[in-house]
């Protein structure tokens, strides 16, 4: 079944590493986003993408970076200058970024960061 | 700046008990407005898309409506399996498609 993967499910890190969270989808999306959930807020963007080799920063993409080399896979990078990268990450994906129309985001189950 | 607010945070319902949430918006020329169901630990999951007012879609015991200004989501006699936490979310009126404004959402516990 066609859908967006996201790995690990859960993931601890040190203070002071950087982590990486993957995304994969095969739904053949030209467009992926990053978005970070913290309870009582809504979702923030981070990063998108809408076509390989092309991403943008979102509203809070201090501390993150992404890389996109393949249209199927858009990791992220939690580095160690976020300062509060504890949350919940979800990936997801759109047939097109650009500014037409086009329908619902596709998400994945998410990733949980905890930091030690 | 553009904003999109749901009410109630929280919402306990018995299971029957049908009732309401709501999501204001700010966003000048909506070019769609959406709803999401989230359950705990899990992405969000697509429910509706409504895109002028007077709109409404319908789901089993859900059904989406749409003002210039706000939308609700109607549960008519809701069953347990009901409880999640309900999204809304609206595109940017210009600018890449992607760039969703979420509500915080409405958390919903329905009780047997």
């Known amino acids: 079944d066609g859908g967006i993967t996201q790995s690990p499910k859960y993931l601890f890190r040190k203070e002071g590493q950087n982590v990486t969270l993957s995304c994969e989808q095969n739904?053949?999306?030209?467009?992926m986003y990053w978005y970070r959930q913290d309870p009582g807020q809504g979702l923030r963007l981070i990063y998108y993408?809408?076509?390989?080799?092309?991403?943008q920063k979102g509203d809070i993409a201090e501390g993150y970076s992404v890389s996109r080399e393949k249209k199927e896979s858009f990791p992220l990078t939690v580095t160690s200058a976020q300062k509060n990268p504890t949350a919940f990450y979800l990936c997801?994906?759109?047939?097109?970024?650009?500014?037409?129309?086009?329908?619902?985001?596709?998400f994945g189950e998410g990733s949980r960061l905890t930091v030690l | 700046e553009d904003q999109v607010t749901q009410s109630p945070e929280a919402l306990r319902l018995q299971e029957g008990e049908s009732s309401s949430l709501n999501c204001s918006y700010t966003?000048?020329?909506?070019?769609?407005l959406f709803w999401y169901r989230q359950d705990p630990g899990k992405g969000p999951e697509f429910l509706f898309t409504?895109?002028?007012a007077g709109e409404e879609k319908e789901k089993e015991r859900l059904k989406a409506t749409l003002t210039k200004k706000e939308s609700f989501l109607h549960i008519t006699a809701p069953k347990p399996e009901d409880s999640a936490t309900y999204l809304c979310a609206v595109p940017p009126p210009t600018d890449s498609w992607g760039k969703f404004q979420f509500g915080a959402g409405t958390q919903v516990v329905v009780t047997p």
């Open positions: 409504l895109y002028s």
């Open positions: 966003v000048s020329g909506l070019r769609g």
């Open positions: 739904l053949n999306h030209d467009a």
């Open positions: 997801a994906s759109s047939p097109s970024g650009g500014s037409t129309l086009n329908g619902e985001l596709f």
């Open positions: 993408s809408q076509i390989v080799n092309d991403f």
